[in-house]
C-alpha cells in the first residue's frame, strides 16, 4: 500500500482554525464551557488535556497495526482512562490548586469526545509523526477556543482578570451570569458567528 | 479461534496499563499525602498562628507555651457544587477563631465568594448563639450565593457542636 507522502505541517496547523476542535467541529463543549470561567483554569484545563490527547496518540499510533478492530473502542478508552489517571495523580501531587479549580472535570477528560474522535478518526490510521502533529494542533485550537472565550466570560462575568497573582478589574458592576451556563452558551454562539462572519472557519 | 485474538489484546492493554497505573501511584502517593497534609498545616497555622499543635481523632489541639488555646475541626458540609470542607478554629471558649474552607467545588465568582476570607472573617468571634443569618444572628448571607453560604454557616455551626 502506497503511504501519501505526509503533510506535517498541514496536520499541525488544522486543528488551530479549519479543524479547530471546539469551533468546527463542535465537540466537547460540556466540560468545554464547565472551565471556560477563568483564564488561569482555561490554561491548566488546556495542559491536561494536550498531555492526555498527546499521550494517547502517540500510544494508539504505535500500537495500531495490533488493534483488533472489534474492540478498538475499548482499548482506546483503557489508554485514555489511564493517561487522565496519570495526569490526576500528577496534578494532585503537585499542583493541589489547579485540581481543585478543575474538578470534577479533569477526570471528565476521560468521556471528552474530542481525545475519542481524533484517536478514531486519525491516530489509529496515521503513522506517529502525523499523530503528534495532529494531536499538537488540536491542543493548540482547543486553548486557543478556551482561552479566548474564558478571557471575555471572566472579563464581563467578575469585571476584571485574575492571572497567577496580578489581576485588574474594569468595571464594578459585573454580569455574573456571563459565568454560568447560558453566559458560555452566549459566549460561544457570538464567537462562532463572528468567525464564520469573516470567513475564517 | 476467531474471538481469541480480540480478548488477548484487551486483556494485555488493561494489564499493562494498570501495572504503570500502580507504578504512577505508589510515586506520587507520598507526594499527593504531603501536598494534602501542608494545606491544611497552612491553614491551622493560619488561623492559630505562632501555635504547635497535636492531632487527636482528627481534631487539631493547638497549644501556646504549653497552654491549650483551643482546637481546630475539619467538617465536611454540602454546597451547591457537592461536598465542601471546612476547617474551622475554635478557641478554648468555645467561640469562633477562624474559618477557611480547604476544598469546595462551587461555581467560580459565584457560589466562590462565599469561601473567601471577606466572607469568612465574618465567624471570628461568634459564639453558637450569634450564629444564624441576620437579623437573627449576626452573619450576612451572600446574595446570589445563598446555598454556599449556609453551607459554610452550617459546617461552623457542627464543628462548635462537635467540639
Not at chain 1, 127 to 147: H, N, Q
Not at chain 2, 100 to 120: D, K, M, Q
Request: charged share 20%; glycine share 10%; proline share 4%.
Amino acid at each position: 500500500m502506497a503511504e501519501e507522502k505526509p503533510n506535517l505541517r498541514w496536520e499541525a496547523e488544522k486543528g488551530l482554525l479549519k479543524k479547530n476542535p471546539v469551533f468546527v467541529i463542535l465537540l466537547g463543549l460540556c466540560p468545554f464551557l464547565a472551565i471556560s470561567k477563568s483564564v488561569e483554569d482555561a490554561i491548566g484545563m488546556t495542559l491536561a488535556f494536550g498531555f492526555v490527547l498527546l499521550g494517547t496518540c502517540l500510544v494508539t499510533s504505535l500500537i495500531r497495526r495490533w488493534v483488533p478492530r472489534d474492540v478498538r473502542i475499548p482499548m482506546f478508552v483503557v489508554i485514555i482512562a489511564s493517561f487522565v489517571t496519570i495526569t490526576e495523580l500528577i496534578v494532585r501531587a503537585y499542583s493541589p490548586t489547579l485540581r481543585e479549580h478543575l474538578g470534577i472535570f479533569l477526570p471528565l477528560i476521560t468521556v471528552n469526545c474530542i481525545v475519542l474522535g481524533r484517536v478514531e478518526a486519525f491516530s489509529s490510521k496515521r503513522s506517529v509523526l502525523e499523530s503528534l502533529a495532529d494531536a499538537i494542533g488540536m491542543t493548540a485550537g482547543f486553548g486557543l477556543a478556551i482561552i479566548s472565550i474564558s478571557f471575555i466570560r471572566e472579563l464581563l462575568g467578575t469585571g476584571g482578570i485574575k492571572f497567577f497573582g496580578y489581576s485588574f478589574t474594569i468595571f464594578g458592576q459585573p454580569a455574573s451570569g456571563f459565568l454560568l451556563s447560558p453566559g458560555g452558551f452566549l459566549v460561544m454562539g457570538g464567537i462562532l458567528a463572528l468567525l464564520k462572519k469573516l470567513g475564517v472557519i | 479461534m476467531k474471538i481469541l485474538k480480540p480478548v488477548l489484546a484487551l486483556t494485555l492493554t488493561c494489564i499493562v496499563w494498570g501495572l504503570i497505573l500502580g507504578y504512577v501511584h505508589r510515586i506520587t502517593e507520598s507526594k499527593i499525602a504531603e501536598a494534602e497534609r501542608k494545606e491544611r498545616e497552612k491553614m491551622i497555622a493560619e488561623i492559630f498562628p505562632g501555635c504547635s499543635f497535636e492531632e487527636e481523632n482528627s481534631i487539631f489541639y493547638c497549644f501556646q507555651n504549653n497552654r491549650l488555646v483551643g482546637k481546630a475541626v475539619e467538617v465536611e458540609t454540602k454546597g451547591y457544587g457537592g461536598t465542601m470542607r471546612v476547617l474551622v478554629g475554635i478557641n478554648a471558649d468555645n467561640t469562633v477563631r477562624g474559618v477557611r474552607v480547604l476544598s469546595h467545588n462551587e461555581t467560580r465568582g459565584i457560589g466562590s465568594r462565599a469561601t473567601e476570607p471577606s466572607f469568612l472573617s465574618q465567624f471570628e468571634n461568634l459564639g453558637k448563639e450569634q450564629l444564624a443569618f441576620k437579623p437573627q444572628g449576626q452573619v450576612e448571607a451572600i446574595t446570589g450565593a445563598t446555598i454556599s453560604s449556609r453551607a459554610i454557616l452550617e459546617a461552623v455551626k457542627r464543628a462548635l457542636e462537635y467540639g
